[in-house]
């Protein structure tokens, strides 16, 4: 391990954690946003990753857990 790898390793969890470009911009010391977002810009949930989970949200809070049986290996890995 590097301190490159260390590098990308931290990136990679603030931007699991939520946090916006511009924070990430500043904790790596890049010059421009648009070098973070360059190279991490793949990490960030897109719109249809938060309006996915957004209405799994509103489903869940509105019907409660629904399933009629064990999740796929699909659901799983995507679950609302």
Not at 21 to 32: F, I, S, W, Y
Not at 37 to 59: I, V
Request: charged share 15%; hydrophobic share 40%.
């Amino acid at each position: 391990m590097t301190l490159h790898d260390l590098r990308h390793f931290c990136a990679s969890g603030l931007v699991a954690a939520g946090c916006d470009a511009v924070t990430v911009q500043r904790a790596l010391g890049h010059a421009k946003a648009t070098t973070t977002l360059n190279t991490y810009a793949h990490l960030w949930p897109s719109a249809e990753d938060r309006t996915r989970q957004a209405a799994g949200k509103l489903f869940s809070a509105a019907f409660g857990n629904c399933s009629d049986g064990p999740a796929t290996a699909q659901e799983a890995s995507h679950p609302l």
